[in-house]
């Protein structure tokens, strides 16, 4: 499976991106996907995932209510909608494809796209 992430960028606090992750590969389908990122000096977190079925859709706490992830699964894309962005909501974000281990732990995923920076000025 290879992956692709897209759409980061620079906001102003309060702002909206939306990033997309396009999946190749045979048996995409079989993988759960989730979006996790990086801010700077610190460690890799969860932010949202789900299964191209739509269900096991989670959110961090961090995240709950503000962004929302979706996919598209004629297009093989999955999406993270950012709305009313924070300062600390900055960070290298990067989406990854998993078929076992649990959904929020970073060593669960088998496949990773590269990353897209996302910067929120205040």
């Known amino acids: 499976v290879q992956l692709q992430a897209f759409g980061g960028g620079t906001v102003q606090a309060g702002g909206s991106l939306r990033l997309a992750c396009a999946a190749s590969?045979?048996?995409?389908?079989?993988?759960?996907m989730a979006w996790f990122r990086q801010a700077p000096g610190k460690e890799r977190e969860f932010v949202a995932h789900?299964?191209?079925?739509?269900?096991?859709?989670y959110h961090a706490d961090s995240v709950r209510g503000r962004f929302t992830i979706s996919s598209d699964s004629a297009k093989n894309t999955v999406y993270l909608q950012m709305d009313n962005l924070k300062t600390e909501d900055t960070g290298v974000y990067y989406c990854?494809?998993?078929?076992?281990?649990?959904?929020?732990?970073?060593?669960?995923?088998?496949?990773w796209g590269q990353g897209t920076l996302v910067t929120v000025s205040s």
């Open positions: 789900m299964r191209w079925s739509g269900d096991r859709i």
């Open positions: 990854a494809a998993r078929s076992r281990g649990v959904l929020y732990v970073d060593r669960s995923y088998e496949f």
């Open positions: 590969g045979r048996s995409v389908s079989d993988y759960a």
